[in-house]
């Protein structure tokens, strides 16, 4: 089957009892028994629901899998993997370029019981080779990563952490498992911000894990039952929704970031653009390698001030600014105040995210209206006055 065949018809019959084409809701908490623990497979819908269990079935097999649990946020299905694997005395292994989120839970709640976090280039493979310990639970990883889309080499680091007795988690959610498949790539846990692009309407708040080895997969499916942050049936109904179009609005976000990119690394005013389609992209090679497309996310560094960086990102006609990506609108982000604010701004520029980075998700609108909108805003700019330009002027 292929995979836009998946996301309309895997785990997704017309309903037997009425014949409806789209699966119903369930929205039910509780399910009548035949007898004392005697149920059709349901109880409580923090347990199990129908609506819950087809899109975890779906998105399973989108990935390649066959195990899935859906939380109520990206951020509650990070925690339930760390939670799962990590605990005082042991250690997790992540890139330099992570999602603010995710250092801002692996710093604030997990080092203050007695976790050791690493932050290893995992453009280096000698350097998370000698990173990883005895006492290295999981290597984890992004890959592209949020927000410069670096891209590593998950099948050569998942080698590495299987060889010292690690697990290896890579959060999908850039590439989606459209472009990218990471348990082919060796990785035992993918991850997933299902708000995102899987969802890719901008209308719900969803997390996910899936994997392939029931043992593996197990503390985490424990952990959805007995925490119970669980996603409701009717957000899981919308992302059931959302999918049916998901290979449609990956190529077309993929085209427009495509098109941006090129457009923006044109630009006088633009220092260097961060996009794995690009062959000036340090990852670029390894894109093309693991990935069967390039994403639609791009991030750039402008040639200007922090003050003009924040008056682009606020004046954009099309790119609304916003905290998200992956949806149909286009939208613009600065990190440094915005998603990655929770990295102290000193760890911020030591790991190369700059005061005049600013990511880009582009939406399925046309492409010439969003180069459009961002090269005007560009131009609008004016030329770069170099350092001291502007006193030498007023001084004459």
Not at 156 to 170: D, S
Not at 243 to 266: D, F, P, S, Y
Not at 357 to 374: A, N, V
Request: glycine share 10%; charged share 20%; with cysteine.
């Amino acid at each position: 089957m292929e995979f836009s065949t998946k996301t309309i018809h895997f785990n997704q019959p017309s309903d037997p009892t009425t014949g409806a084409v789209v699966s119903p809701i369930y929205q039910t908490t509780t399910y009548q028994q035949e007898g004392p623990g005697e149920n059709m497979g349901f109880d409580y819908s923090r347990t199990n629901n129908p609506t819950r269990k087809r899109l975890e079935g779906v998105l399973a097999e989108l990935e390649g899998a066959t195990h899935c649990a859906v939380f109520g946020s990206g951020l509650a299905a990070e925690h339930a993997i760390l939670q799962a694997y990590l605990k005082p005395g042991t250690e997790i292994i992540v890139p330099q370029d992570v999602y603010g989120g995710t250092f801002r839970m692996l710093h604030k709640v997990f080092e203050p019981i007695g976790c050791t976090v690493t932050d290893v280039d995992f453009a280096d493979l000698e350097a998370v080779n000698r990173a990883v310990t005895r006492q290295t639970q999981l290597v984890w990883l992004e890959s592209p990563t949020n927000p410069r889309l670096l891209v590593y080499d998950i099948k050569a680091i998942a080698k590495i952490a299987h060889a010292h007795g690690a697990l290896v988690v890579v959060d999908n959610t850039f590439a989606t498992p459209y472009f990218q498949q990471p348990l082919d790539l060796g990785a035992d846990l993918a991850l997933h911000s299902v708000t995102k692009y899987l969802a890719g309407h901008s209308d719900l708040i969803q997390g996910a894990v899936i994997a392939r080895d029931a043992a593996v997969f197990e503390p985490v499916g424990f952990l959805q039952n007995a925490l119970g942050g669980v996603p409701s049936a009717f957000d899981c109904w919308l992302t059931l929704r959302g999918l049916k179009t998901l290979e449609l609005r990956m190529e077309r976000h993929a085209v427009n970031a495509q098109r941006i990119a090129e457009a923006l690394e044109a630009h006088p005013r633009v220092k260097r653009v961060y996009f794995p389609g690009l062959s000036s992209h340090p990852g670029h090679a390894m894109a093309k390698a693991q990935m069967t497309g390039f994403g639609g996310m791009v991030s750039f560094e402008l040639d200007g001030t922090p003050e003009e960086a924040s008056a682009f990102v606020s004046n954009r006609k099309y790119f609304a600014l916003g905290e998200s990506l992956g949806g149909v609108r286009a939208l613009v982000c600065l990190p440094c105040k915005m998603t990655h604010a929770a990295i102290p701004a000193k760890t911020r520029h030591a790991l190369g995210l700059s005061d005049t980075l600013i990511r880009l998700s582009p939406g399925i609108e046309g492409t010439k209206d969003l180069i459009g909108d961002l090269i005007g805003g560009l131009d609008a700019l004016g030329a770069r006055t170099a350092p001291g330009e502007e006193a030498l002027a007023s001084s004459i």
